[in-house]
């Protein structure tokens, strides 16, 4: 006769356990490194040699509200400052969370600092503060290939099952593209797709001019694709891990753009810096 007796279930109950109570428990490690604003002031002495660069701030706190109101961009060269004035301002901008390398000529690195939309560009030739939610030039130059497009002409290997589908209504999209359109996003993380797939959607898309790093709760990475209006968006967590894989559809991914509100809000903080040092 069979019984209807049921084992208990393997490690659990007394003594599965370890006995010593001093033990070191293991955790997995935290999440950590979140990057905050602190308000930062430049040396005193620095500040006082430095006249037109004080000038330059309050321009620039004028330009940001400038922006926010009409989302137009604001350039200042500082190729004419004087050496100490340029010292203050790159102590005053510091590194925000945002950068990006923009291909090209001249190739750009770009490095927003510690006031959103306030951005730092250098380069051969260039050496300017440019206030926007994004450079301009990053916009002009984001799809002009830096390795070709081959769209569906890409050569297929027998891992290769979903990416064509996928590439089908990204390039739909792109075609489709207005200004002010909502944005069009393809999560890879939730669809099924094989390492061929993604290695025939990077040849069938190309690479773009622009490449950005946005830092904060772990990082998002952002590549430019050479169809139009095509980002590949990546976000990992503080430990490298990838946990969300997207392609967009969009002028500019959101988590680039500084919006009106941080326009305003890095205007404040300016003059706050500029009351201090006044």
Known sequence: MVSNFQLPPIGFGPGSQPEDEDAELNYLAMPSGMRTYSPHLPEIELAREAGPALDLLGRIAAACDSAAESGRPVGFDLAELPEASRKLIAETMGQGEVSLKVRGVPALAVQESVFAGVWMLAGSGVDRIEVSGVPSVALARAHVP??????????????????????????DK??????????????????????????????????????????????????????????????????????????????????????????????????EVLEALR
């Open 146 to 171: 830096h390795r070709p497009a081959l769209g569906a002409r890409a050569a297929k290997g027998p891992g290769v099952v979903n990416a064509p589908a996928l590439y089908s209504e990204l390039a």
């Open 174 to 271: 792109s075609q489709g593209f207005r200004p002010g359109n909502p944005i069009h996003a393809v999560n890879l993380t939730l669809l099924p797709h094989t390492p061929e797939d993604l290695g025939w959607l990077d040849a069938a898309m190309g690479e773009g001019a622009v490449t950005v790093l946005s830092r904060g709760y772990g990082n998002c990475r952002i590549t430019a694709t050479a169809l139009p209006h095509v980002w590949r968006v990546q976000y990992f967590n503080s430990m490298d891990v990838l946990i969300l894989d997207t392609f967009e559809v969009t002028a500019m991914p959101e988590v680039v753009l500084a919006a009106s509100e941080d326009l305003v809000d890095s205007a404040a903080r300016i003059r």
